[in-house]
């Protein structure tokens, strides 16, 4: 994928998170068409709810960070455990892998690569997937979703934007010029920071909606994941 900055048009006012949001995509080329975030494989998973990736519909979530933070839904599921990894783009090289403790209800559940992994490269496209441990023997009819991740460097004058945000504007700058993993990141942070706002949840309902997500917006955040038999390469 070809690597590319990404600007950003401010549009907000001081105000703006008073009003509901939307992601708004940026304007690149889509990811490879391998991308997928469909399910395989229900057989462990229960319930009307499918396992389901937080990502945009294109599979494809731009971060600013080396480290980001990944999110997905869990439906109900009598299997504690998930297999991570993250993969190169080309050469579908090993970057990380490791082993997820799921909680013992459903919800959205997050998981940051941890700081002993190195760093995702800017204009850098990875692969990764998440499958269910249905099956410790037999990985294929596991139950799993994937997706592409890519770091881009901040252009003027979003990097100025985010110099004097603050937690309520946050989401805000990052859904507008199409930082998905930090404007989901910062929804989650304020959401916990203001659990009674009215605002806050309308601006959580409307960012899901504008990607699709809608049905999983009233779901719980859970607390998760460990992380065991970690293994950078």
Known sequence: MASAQTSYQPGYTKKTWQISQTFKPPKRGAPPASAGGSTRGMTCLRGNKRLTSLIPPDKLGLTLATHPTFFW??????????????LTDNSQKVVYETTLQLPNQPGIISFTLPESVDALEVGKSYNWYLNIVCDAHDFSGNPGVNGWVERVQPELPLSTA?????????????????IWHEALTSLVELRRAEPNSLSVKLNWRKFFTSVKLDAIASEPFLDCCTSENSLAK
Do not use: D, Q
């Open 73 to 86: 839904y869990i439906p109900v599921t009598s299997v504690k455990t998930a297999r991570f990894l993250l």
């Open 162 to 178: 985010l110099e004097t945000a603050n937690l309520r504007t946050l989401p805000t700058i990052y859904a507008e010029a199409g």
